[in-house]
């Protein structure tokens, strides 16, 4: 019979899991944020803002990330593991009865939400790719010049404003 008290206490884990709250409050905003898509590609500079407001979120989950990295490596150590097992689910197997079901449902929670994440930032990306494709082809189509050729060598915009026609009657 493996004895409790040298498992795993609730006390122990209890800054874990407070991190893992926090790392799931910042991956349920960034979820938001993509999930609130249309807005932001309804033009050139929402679409910049959205990237924007995308990227800062990801930047706050990735250094959440790596902070869970070193709160896990702080309660691997107090049950005694070695760096290469200190998982989330390795001190699922270090931790006592009572510490157990705090853990598991803390892992569960950070993998729905990390899972929906994953799936909507690639329908993301697909729409956002589509919309710069058909706002680029119908910018070609009213300038009636290629891409390449709206642009100087040295990347500034060469727009004659008399080749823009709008093919409207009078």
């Known amino acids: 019979m493996i004895d409790e008290r040298r498992l795993l206490q609730p006390e122990h884990v209890q800054p874990l899991l407070a991190h893992i709250d926090a790392e799931e409050v910042a991956l349920r905003h960034l979820r938001r944020l993509l999930e609130d898509l249309p807005a932001g590609v309804a033009s050139e500079d929402l679409h910049r803002s959205f990237r924007q407001r995308v990227d800062d979120a990801m930047q706050e989950s990735i250094r959440l990330a790596e902070q869970r990295i070193i709160v896990l490596t702080h309660t691997g150590r107090l049950s005694g593991m070695r760096p290469e097992q200190i998982t989330l689910t390795g001190l699922i197997r270090k931790a006592s009865s009572k510490t157990v079901p705090a853990l598991v449902s803390a892992q569960r ?26 706002n680029a082809t119908i910018l070609q189509e009213l300038l009636g010049q290629d891409n390449s050729d709206r642009y100087t060598a040295r990347g500034q915009r060469s727009l004659d404003p008399s080749t823009i026609r709008f093919e409207t009657r009078s």
Do not use: D, F, H, T
């Not at 994953?118 to 329908?123: H, I």
């Open 109 to 134: 929670r950070l993998q729905r939400v990390i899972r929906q994440i994953q799936s909507l930032a690639g329908v993301v990306c697909w729409v956002m790719n589509e919309s710069r494709s058909i």
